[in-house]
């Protein structure tokens, strides 16, 4: 038996069933090594050494991985193709002894039969260059984080933390609400005249006077070029009739993708990376099982394979005829920093159009995929092409002009449209106007003016689109960092949203300006590009990463000791109350926390009573955990419910003596019980990784079932297998978990 090790746990399945039987799918669910959370762990006097360590959550997950390894003839490492893929596996392969030249690295874009098979048969060494890259991201982004910090939590608040990218994209956001707030509105007028020609009438505007630009600031100026215009002549002084062309998109890679699926779709970063990454992973066909529709998602290259082009332009040929398919392929160019080993998100095969995959996709999957589909079929098609005339008029020294503009061959449109900002179908710049004949010295008839006042508008604030396009056009982070680098900066309450907007806190401010007093480089824009195109350098093999955070750190410690060594502080000082503490007597202050104003004694840290205050600033009082029958196996107590960051969990009363915790796998204490798994009879258990939520069985690695939806204890009446409950277009159904029977029914009377 040969062994897979993949990261994903969603796509276990998917890719088990390219492999065959002769060997057997490990998923990590990421990364298995790390720096340890409480401490530093990077020696900055020996050469930025890391300390790695295996992380509490994935003990139980490497030990398994140990024991299956070791009973594997071979070991493939099959993590995702890129840089945090490349680390996952050479971290997987120290643990494992692996020797770091043997050829046992496989990546594929796809997860598909033919892209699984033929990596199976181009094994390599681990990419040390590769590794160095993630390497110095990793222990910069520790260095930074935790050095910074704790200045934040002096001179602001505390729970406070910045970041690498995550506080330069702050910046970006903040620098934005402050042109806003600094915007002075100018007035100006849109001035027309209407005029007739031979066949209708046009609507000229007033661009220039005597040769150079000019708009009118006001109604004394409109009122005056009325009176200069009256009784003119206006003579057509040029006519131009061109042929213009419109060149499709080029097909997504991860930032456009996700500019496109907000402004089109209304989907939000983590709609759009959830359903991506589902679409990635695999979709459960009717009787294929789980089968992946696209390719690898976090991308900023546009490249395109030869065998999918040439496969785009066969099935547009067919479909939509030769005047449809260009004379020779469209390529596009990628950013210098592209990992052009990297494809363009795709989908992996035509023939499985978005109309023939709905029923099996909820409403954002569905979505997203006709976008990608729609992309990159309309990305090997022809121009769009337009009949366009521009005419230009004078009266009286006055400049005016006229754009016009009627679609000849729509081309790729007829696949993939341009739409406005709030996902509407945009009209063309030109407005697609058709002009009535007119010619060269013709005398237009004026028949109205046609003036509006208008004022000039400040930046809009950013979306969480057009930040992440933003952040891709300044080089700050990459494609795998603009969705959680987003998230971080509203977790933090450091921005907060105002409709599709995204605006800074008060908090955020202040911690922007700190940051910027005592960091200018390390806040900079533009550093903070330089240093990326810097860590890209690494994987060419060109310099030490270590070399790369030195020359970093050097005077980033100077700036951090003159930080540290200034008493500035935009803390908020203690409000004394006449609350007096029960513990020791002292009367208590209100700090502001991470999490609002709360009372705390002032003889911290010999004292630490503190108590939640509510929205009026009275305690507030403690509520009862709700007591559960489970008894904790290590003190004996019964355990009570709380809840955290990822949902309910089970905590032992006697906390911090006894630490025991139980995860509740994010059941609601009303479900009906999950049924034993099928192949061992052990309790299955629901599993929710930070990319996909399925269930497998509590006996995993020894058994491997899976499902993906939740499974009922009702057997299908044609093979005996568990039914699943599934979610279809319009109301949830019961499908047999057993792929190869079709048997399925509505269950709009299940759970």
Same mark, same amino acid.
């Given at each position: 038996?040969?062994?897979?090790?993949?990261?994903?746990?969603?796509?276990?399945?998917?890719?088990?069933?390219?492999?065959?039987? #002769?060997?057997?799918?490990?998923?990590?669910?990421?990364?298995?090594?790390?720096?340890?959370?409480?401490?530093?762990?990077?020696?900055?006097?020996?050469?930025?050494?890391?300390?790695?360590?295996?992380?509490?959550?994935?003990?139980?997950?490497?030990?398994?991985?140990?024991?299956?390894?070791?009973?594997?003839?071979?070991?493939?490492?099959?993590?995702?193709?890129?840089?945090?893929?490349?680390?996952?596996?050479?971290?997987?392969?120290?643990?494992?002894?692996?020797?770091?030249?043997?050829?046992?690295?496989?990546?594929?874009?796809?997860?598909?039969?033919?892209?699984?098979?033929?990596?199976?048969?181009?094994?390599?060494?681990?990419?040390?260059?590769?590794?160095?890259?993630?390497?110095?991201?990793?222990? *910069?982004?520790?260095?930074?984080?935790?050095?910074?910090?704790?200045?934040?939590?002096?001179?602001?608040?505390?729970?406070?933390?910045?970041?690498?990218?995550?506080?330069? &994209?702050?910046?970006?956001?903040?620098?934005?609400?402050?042109?806003?707030?600094?915007?002075?509105?100018?007035?100006?007028? %849109?001035?027309?005249?209407?005029?007739?020609?031979?066949?209708?009438?046009?609507?000229?505007?007033?661009?220039?006077?005597?040769?150079?630009?000019?708009?009118?600031?006001?109604?004394?100026?409109?009122?005056?070029?009325?009176?200069?215009?009256?009784?003119?002549?206006?003579?057509?002084?040029?006519?131009?009739?061109?042929?213009?062309?419109?060149?499709?998109?080029?097909?997504?890679?991860?930032?456009?993708?996700?500019?496109?699926? $907000?402004?089109?779709?209304?989907?939000?970063?983590?709609?759009?990376?959830?359903?991506?990454?589902?679409?990635?992973?695999?979709?459960?066909?009717?009787?294929?099982?789980?089968?992946?529709?696209?390719?690898?998602?976090?991308?900023?290259?546009?490249?395109?394979?030869?065998?999918?082009?040439?496969?785009?332009?066969?099935?547009? #040929?067919?479909?939509?005829?030769?005047?449809?398919?260009?004379?020779?392929? %469209?390529?596009?160019?990628?950013?210098?920093?592209?990992?052009?080993?990297?494809?363009?998100?795709?989908?992996?095969?035509?023939?499985?159009?978005?109309?023939?995959?709905?029923?099996?996709?909820?409403?954002?999957?569905?979505? $997203?995929?006709?976008?990608?589909?729609?992309?990159?079929?309309?990305?090997?098609?022809?121009?769009? &092409?337009?009949?366009?005339?521009?005419? +230009?008029?004078?009266? %009286? #020294?006055?400049?005016?002009?006229?754009?016009?503009?009627?679609?000849?061959?729509?081309?790729?449109?007829?696949?993939?449209?341009?739409?406005?900002?709030?996902?509407?179908?945009?009209?063309?710049?030109? #407005?697609?106007?058709?002009?009535?004949?007119?010619?060269?010295?013709?005398?237009?008839?004026?028949?109205?003016?046609?003036?509006?006042?208008?004022?000039?508008?400040?930046?809009?604030?950013? &979306?969480?689109?057009?930040?992440?396009?933003?952040?891709?056009?300044?080089?700050?982070?990459?494609?795998?960092?603009?969705?959680?680098?987003?998230?971080? $900066?509203?977790?933090?309450?450091?921005?907060?949203?105002?409709?599709?907007?995204?605006?800074?806190?008060? *908090?955020?401010?202040?911690?922007?300006?700190?940051?910027?007093?005592?960091?200018?480089?390390?806040?900079?824009?533009?550093?903070?590009?330089?240093?990326?195109?810097?860590?890209?350098?690494?994987?060419?093999?060109?310099?030490?990463?270590?070399?790369?955070?030195?020359?970093?750190?050097?005077?980033?410690?100077?700036?951090?000791?003159?930080?540290?060594? +200034?008493?500035?502080?935009?803390?908020?000082?203690?409000?004394?109350?006449?609350?007096?503490?029960?513990?020791?007597?002292?009367?208590?202050?209100? @700090?502001?926390?991470?999490?609002?104003?709360? *009372?705390?004694?002032?003889?911290?840290?010999?004292?630490?009573?503190?108590?939640?205050?509510?929205?009026?600033?009275?305690?507030?009082?403690?509520?009862?955990?709700?007591?559960?029958?489970?008894?904790?196996?290590?003190?004996?107590?019964?355990?009570?419910?709380?809840?955290?960051?990822?949902?309910?969990?089970?905590?032992?009363?006697?906390?911090? @003596?006894?630490?025991?915790?139980?995860?509740?796998?994010?059941?609601?204490?009303?479900?009906?019980?999950?049924?034993?798994?099928?192949?061992?009879?052990?309790?299955?258990?629901?599993?929710?990784?930070?990319?996909? &939520?399925?269930?497998?069985?509590?006996?995993?690695?020894?058994?491997?079932?899976?499902?993906?939806?939740?499974?009922? +204890?009702?057997?299908?009446?044609?093979?005996?297998?568990?039914? *699943?409950?599934?979610?279809?277009?319009?109301?949830?159904?019961?499908?047999?978990?057993?792929?190869?029977?079709?048997?399925?029914?509505?269950?709009?009377?299940?759970?």
């Amino acid at each position: 038996m040969n062994l897979v090790v993949i990261e994903g746990i969603g796509k276990l399945e998917t890719v088990q069933k390219y492999l065959g039987s #002769g060997y057997k799918v490990f998923a990590t669910g990421g990364h298995v090594r790390d720096l340890p959370e409480k401490r530093l762990a990077v020696n900055v006097d020996n050469d930025f050494e890391p300390t790695y360590v295996i992380m509490n959550d994935k003990k139980d997950t490497v030990a398994a991985l140990k024991k299956v390894a070791a009973a594997a003839e071979k070991v493939l490492l099959a993590t995702d193709p890129d840089r945090e893929g490349e680390a996952i596996s050479w971290h997987v392969a120290t643990l494992l002894d692996i020797p770091e030249d043997a050829p046992v690295r496989i990546e594929f874009n796809e997860i598909s039969k033919s892209a699984v098979q033929n990596a199976l048969s181009h094994p390599r060494a681990i990419d040390k260059n590769l590794v160095d890259a993630q390497q110095a991201r990793r222990v *910069l982004d520790r260095l930074v984080g935790y050095k910074v910090s704790p200045v934040l939590c002096k001179k602001i608040q505390n729970n406070l933390s910045a970041g690498r990218v995550q506080s330069v &994209t702050l910046r970006l956001v903040v620098d934005r609400e402050r042109e806003i707030q600094a915007f002075v509105a100018e007035e100006y007028w %849109n001035f027309f005249s209407v005029l007739a020609a031979k066949k209708g009438t046009v609507k000229a505007a007033l661009v220039g006077k005597s040769g150079e630009k000019f708009k009118p600031s006001s109604l004394d100026e409109v009122e005056a070029i009325k009176r200069d215009l009256d009784g003119a002549q206006y003579k057509v002084s040029g006519v131009k009739k061109t042929v213009t062309h419109a060149h499709p998109y080029a097909p997504f890679i991860t930032s456009t993708m996700q500019q496109d699926a $907000l402004n089109k779709l209304g989907m939000s970063l983590k709609q759009t990376s959830s359903a991506a990454q589902t679409l990635y992973e695999g979709v459960e066909l009717s009787g294929e099982g789980k089968v992946a529709l696209i390719t690898y998602i976090r991308t900023d290259s546009t490249r395109v394979s030869a065998q999918a082009i040439a496969a785009a332009r066969e099935f547009i #040929g067919e479909k939509f005829g030769k005047d449809y398919l260009p004379e020779k392929p %469209n390529y596009y160019a990628s950013k210098k920093s592209a990992q052009d080993a990297h494809e363009a998100i795709r989908p992996i095969s035509l023939d499985r159009t978005p109309q023939s995959v709905k029923a099996h996709l909820n409403k954002f999957q569905y979505q $997203l995929y006709d976008l990608i589909y729609k992309r990159f079929l309309a990305s090997q098609m022809s121009d769009a &092409t337009y009949d366009s005339v521009a005419v +230009d008029i004078t009266a %009286n #020294g006055y400049d005016f002009h006229i754009t016009g503009r009627t679609p000849k061959f729509d081309g790729y449109t007829k696949v993939y449209a341009a739409y406005d900002k709030d996902g509407a179908e945009k009209a063309d710049k030109d #407005g697609d106007i058709r002009l009535p004949e007119i010619s060269e010295g013709d005398i237009l008839d004026f028949v109205e003016y046609d003036c509006e006042q208008k004022f000039t508008k400040p930046p809009a604030r950013y &979306t969480e689109a057009s930040l992440v396009k933003a952040m891709e056009e300044k080089g700050i982070g990459r494609p795998a960092t603009y969705s959680p680098t987003i998230t971080i $900066l509203f977790s933090r309450k450091y921005v907060e949203r105002d409709g599709r907007a995204i605006k800074p806190t008060e *908090l955020g401010m202040k911690v922007t300006d700190m940051l910027i007093k005592y960091f200018p480089d390390f806040m900079n824009v533009g550093f903070t590009a330089v240093m990326e195109d810097k860590l890209d350098g690494i994987e060419d093999g060109g310099k030490r990463w270590k070399d790369i955070v030195s020359d970093f750190y050097t005077p980033f410690a100077d700036s951090l000791k003159a930080a540290r060594a +200034d008493d500035y502080s935009l803390k908020e000082p203690d409000e004394p109350t006449d609350y007096v503490c029960e513990k020791c007597g002292a009367k208590m202050v209100i @700090k502001t926390g991470r999490f609002g104003r709360f *009372l705390a004694c002032p003889n911290y840290p010999k004292c630490k009573n503190t108590k939640n205050l509510d929205e009026n600033g009275n305690i507030a009082e403690p509520t009862q955990p709700e007591v559960s029958d489970v008894v904790c196996e290590k003190c004996g107590a019964l355990m009570v419910v709380k809840t955290g960051r990822y949902g309910k969990f089970l905590a032992c009363p006697n906390f911090p @003596k006894c630490k025991n915790i139980v995860n509740l796998d994010g059941e609601k204490t009303d479900d009906a019980p999950l049924p034993p798994c099928p192949k061992c009879g052990k309790p299955l258990k629901k599993i929710t990784t930070r990319r996909s &939520t399925f269930y497998g069985c509590s006996g995993y690695p020894d058994c491997d079932f899976t499902a993906s939806s939740r499974p009922t +204890d009702e057997k299908c009446p044609q093979c005996g297998s568990l039914l *699943l409950v599934k979610t279809g277009k319009n109301s949830g159904y019961l499908k047999c978990s057993n792929k190869e029977c079709s048997y399925k029914r509505d269950g709009k009377d299940d759970r």
